[in-house]
């Protein structure tokens, strides 16, 4: 039985207590042989009438006319004979005395006194101890022995009489006893429907198409699992499952294919139903005529003997109807005998009664034959001989059974051993065609699913040919990230974190390999290197991180490709010993983030809106550079622990991809601008001179706390490259400006996206955009709000240090992973991050600040779902306790800590939230600040002189 329910039901669970039973309407003529409830107005039980009388059952009709249904039911001596279900459906419910079928939700008070009666007698015989305890089974009914005792209309007496012996009569005193106390309501769902399964292939083929017609806008998805490689030859009415149909094959409304694998050109008629056919039997069905049949592959054994059998038969035929009132492929057996020259004697014993004959029993279906091999033309013929003789004869000479010879023949575990081969043949058709094709399908179960059922190796096989075969770094790390979640299937939960270190060296040939653009290369080694770690769960989570580390190389070949937006000029070179600083605002993201972090900006889109702040009338961040007689690179970098480094070799340079490495964000920037040519043939000092006459000296500072969320690390890149940049007589626009910081931050492996250096170096209010392609390239468009509007958000915006660190890199890994495997979840909020940041677009210029609230809200829900975990707690207490005052707010950047930033209802609230937050217990150290909207961008100044020495470099602080 189907039961068919609306996703939103329109049941009432406000006060719900004891049990409510769930029931669908269905006509009184339907009733009559089926259970039905008997409830009041306010839909309390009465009573369950089963098989009532037709007085009974207009007793229970609503207003308009229909009676809700209790379920099916099957009394004893409905169905002698297993006749078969199409397509081999379970038939043990036709044998079951008496089964209701329906949904029955208890209260937990009134499971928990149902489940106490385990241990009373005599229904302590229902559970396996009083068994074991050698008292006699007793078979209780759900509906009539359990929920009947708590109608309303039901007596103790008429309840406990009405068992069927003693045993049962004192098992329904206990359950009176126990359960009578709680009411039974009733809901009807007036749009739900039951579905009930035959023998009849019409009915069956209804039920794999469409639902039934009193919920007929209810529809099958078309396509379940399966590969078609041309979709639109599907008819609308029809459904494929499990299936791989490669070509043209046509299938008309009203047919359905199952487990078939299938080569076109073929064209399947109306009303056929398809199953169990390898690819082998394509070549017999083209140009077959397939109208109103149903075609089956089965597995069979016969002793010890596998044998491939296949069933014909109409699909109007009725398997047990005598023979002069039945059909086979639908035509009368008159005709069918007439057409092919089959006589009865050829299907039944000469000694079988006409009246038994029937298409259960006619051997219909070639088995075996002593001298060749048979298929499926052996059985096809039957539909349109063309050389009747021969066909006859080869058909008489086959040993042949019928459909209740073969049921019992049927070799289960062969089939379900070849459907699920199937699926997984299709399935690797799907990887290559959701990789290959950039499509938003996770693969994140079918990965389980290879592991759980032992089909790993193949799907490992084909990811591995995607990302060697593909050519395109892009696709070529999402399938690395694929490769990497079957990994962490296969461990099982066990051997540790995903997230961790990848650098062993036995992995490092197959990543310089990647590192050199020899992608199937690296791919092939690393192949071979992941045999050698698939032993233990610990092996398994190490082989995946060092996949992921891989995945990472091949995203930051992809961003990479933002370089050729990177246009650098000649300019005048200032005098040795002359500084060119840069200052640079803060950055908020208003809306959007995350959707700029690769991949996911190039492989779905991004857009962010962004605003360049004073941070308490400051530009927090800055740089300047200057050429030094020397020809060396001094590097100082101010804040609250100064650090400092001289690189007089090309191999001081050499960790400048190491994040935490000392100075490396300022030794990739030398790499970057080309200022130094690394790796190169020359020494340092050869090529300072030259090309520059000297060496450099670079100072970089931030009045920002580490992990600030307001765009630090970005923003001082973009700094440091400028001044670079302009120190070596080049110049180089914004734009180029923004992806040459993508560039520096991939060869620096930090990753990240691009909305900070957007935010940062364009001044005022925009709103950033890169496009689901590659190259990746970021436009930005300034918004332009009404007048007084700026001044409006620097009275209404605050920002609040919180006290707690950003962790966005920890953060990171969590959010790639998750959508490479294009979790829905994930998918949908990339989607709707970028239509927040249009909508947050919108309002700023409307300069409508409850609109821009309602973004930060969203936006902050978004990140959260992004990145579950990032909301602290004690922010969570700051947020809390901000909520009555603001119109929205949110943590900078990826959250986790750093700086929130409030959206205040009235202007001027600095005092005022800062005695909100002082009586907030469990805040910890926090603070205050004022930011406004910086109008002008960051600035590039050429200053004067200062004496070389003033940094107090010591040859002994040289790395």
């Known amino acids: 039985m189907l039961l068919t329910v609306p996703s939103e039901p329109g049941i009432d669970w406000d006060g719900f207590q004891g049990v409510r039973v769930i029931a669908v309407p269905g006509s009184q003529m339907y009733a009559r042989c089926h259970g039905v409830y008997l409830a009041d107005e306010q839909g309390l039980v009465h009573d369950i009438i089963y098989k009532g009388t037709e007085a009974q059952i207009r007793q229970c009709a609503g207003p308009d006319g229909t009676v809700p249904l209790v379920g099916h039911s099957w009394g004893a001596g409905g169905r002698a004979s ?89 098992a329904r005193s206990v359950l009176w006893a126990a359960l009578r106390a709680f009411p039974l309501s009733m809901a009807c769902i007036s749009k739900a429907s039951y579905d009930y399964l035959s023998t009849s292939a019409s009915d069956h083929i209804r039920s794999l198409t469409l639902l039934p017609t009193s919920a007929s806008h209810f529809h099958f998805c078309p396509t379940a699992h399966a590969h078609l490689d041309q979709p639109w030859l599907l008819e609308e009415g029809s459904a494929v499952t499990n299936c791989l149909l490669e070509g043209a094959v046509r299938l008309a409304a009203g047919s ?47 002793h010890a003997l596998p044998c491939r059998v296949f069933t014909l038969t ?53 088995v075996l034959h002593a001298r060749q091999a048979l298929g499926l033309p052996d059985l096809l013929w039957l539909l349109a001989p063309t050389v009747p003789g021969e066909q006859l004869a080869r058909w008489r000479a086959a040993w042949r059974m019928s459909w209740q010879e073969l049921l019992p023949c049927l070799d289960k575990a062969a089939e379900l051993g070849a459907r699920r081969e199937l699926f997984f043949l299709q399935a690797q058709r799907k990887v290559r065609r959701v990789l290959l094709g ?105 082989a995946a991180r060092h996949y992921e580390g891989a995945e990472q190389i091949l995203v930051r070949q992809a961003v990479m490709s933002s370089c050729q937006f990177v246009s650098v000029g000649q300019t005048e070179l200032p005098p040795v010993g002359h500084w060119v600083q840069v200052t640079c605002p803060a950055r908020l993201d208003l809306s959007g983030g995350w959707s700029d972090t690769p991949p996911i900006s190039y492989e779905h889109g991004g857009a962010v809106v962004d605003v360049a702040v004073l941070v308490d009338g400051r530009r927090p961040i800055g740089a300047r550079a200057r050429r030094i007689g020397q020809p060396q690179l001094r590097l100082l970098s101010l804040g609250a622990s100064t650090s400092q480094l001289l690189c007089q070799e090309l191999e001081d340079l050499q960790d400048y991809c190491q994040p935490h490495a000392p100075g490396a964000l300022l030794k990739a920037a030398f790499i970057c601008t080309q200022v130094v040519q690394f790796p190169s043939e020359k020494p340092l000092r050869v090529q300072l001179m030259e090309n520059f006459g000297g060496g450099f000296e670079v100072h970089t500072w931030s009045d920002l706390p580490h992990g600030s969320g307001l765009g630090t690390s970005s923003i001082l890149a973009g700094a440091v490259m400028a001044s670079l940049y302009r120190a070596a007589g080049k110049v180089a626009s914004t734009e180029s400006l923004i992806h040459a910081v993508l560039h520096l931050e991939q060869r620096l492996t930090t990753g990240g996206g691009w909305q900070d250096q957007v935010g940062g170096l364009m001044p005022g209010i925009k709103i950033g955009r890169s496009k689901a392609q590659l190259p990746l390239r970021v436009e930005v468009e300034k918004i332009s709000v009404p007048e007084g509007f700026t001044q409006t958000l ?19 890994q969590d959010v790639v992973r ?30 409508d600040l409850p609109l821009l609230g309602q973004c930060l809200e969203r936006y902050w829900q978004q990140k959260k779902c ?33 700086f929130l930033y409030v959206l205040t209802k009235a202007p001027g609230q600095k005092e005022a939230l800062q005695q909100v937050l002082a009586q907030t217990q469990g805040l910890g150290n926090f603070s205050i600040h004022s930011i406004q909207v910086d109008t002008g961008g960051f600035s590039v100044e050429v200053l004067g002189c200062e004496p070389e020495d003033s940094t107090h470099l010591g040859e002994d602080r040289a790395v």
């Not at 241990?119 to 074991?132: Q, R």
């Not at 080694?525 to 992941?530: G, H, N, S, T, V």
């Not at 294009?822 to 239509?835: E, G, M, T, Y």
Request: proline share 6%.
């Open 794 to 812: 620097n009275d209404h915006l605050l920002l609040v240090y919180t006290g707690k660190t950003r962790l966005a890199r920890n953060l990171l």
């Open 256 to 302: 359905v294919i199952q487990h078939c694998h299938l080569q076109g050109p073929l064209e399947i008629g109306p009303g056929c139903l398809i199953s169990g056919l390898s690819s082998g039997c394509s070549a017999a069905l083209q140009g077959c005529p397939l109208r109103d049949v149903v075609l089956q592959g089965h597995h069979v054994r016969l």
């Open 818 to 847: 998750n959508w490479y495997a294009r979790l829905p979840s994930i998918v949908q909020n990339a989607n709707a991050l970028v239509s927040n940041a249009e909508e947050c677009a919108r309002a700023l210029r409307q300069g």
């Open 438 to 542: 950039r499509q938003d399908s996770s693969l994140l179960p079918l990965a389980c699913s290879a592991v759980h059922e032992g089909y790993h190796e193949a799907v490992l096989g084909t990811l591995d040919e995607v990302a060697s075969g593909s050519g395109d770094a892009g696709i070529a790390a999402r399938a690395l990230a694929c490769v990497a979640e079957v990994l962490g299937c296969m461990a099982r939960g066990e051997g540790g974190l995903r997230s961790g270190p990848a650098a062993n060296r036995e992995w490092a040939p197959a990543l310089r390999r990647l590192e050199s653009g020899d992608l199937a290369g690296g791919v092939r080694l690393l192949a071979a290197e992941r045999r050698k770690w698939m032993s233990s769960p610990a092996l398994l989570v190490r």
């Open 82 to 170: 297993p006749a078969p279900c199409v397509a081999t459906a379970v038939t043990s419910a036709l044998l079951c005395p008496r089964q209701v079928c329906g949904v029955v939700f208890f209260s937990s008070d009134a499971a928990e006194q149902l489940l106490a009666t385990h241990v009373i007698p005599p229904l302590d015989a229902c559970t396996y101890l009083g068994l074991d305890s050698g008292a006699p089974p007793i078979q209780l009914s759900l509906f009539f022995d359990m929920v009947l005792c708590m109608a309303a209309g039901v007596t103790e007496e008429g309840f406990v009489k009405g068992g069927s012996d003693a045993s049962v009569r004192s």
């Open 866 to 898: 992004m990145a579950p975990g990032c909301q602290p707690l004690a922010v969570g207490r700051m947020m809390a306790a901000l909520q009555p005052h603001v119109y929205g707010q949110c943590l900078a950047g990826a959250g986790g800590g750093g």
């Open 314 to 366: 109409g699909r109007l035929d009725d398997w047990q109807s005598p023979l002069e009132e039945a059909t086979y492929l639908n035509v009368p057996w008159a005709e069918f005998f007439r057409r092919t020259g089959i006589r009865a004697g050829d299907l039944w014993a000469a000694e079988a009664p006409a009246s038994s004959r029937c298409l259960l029993n006619a051997r219909l279906f070639p």
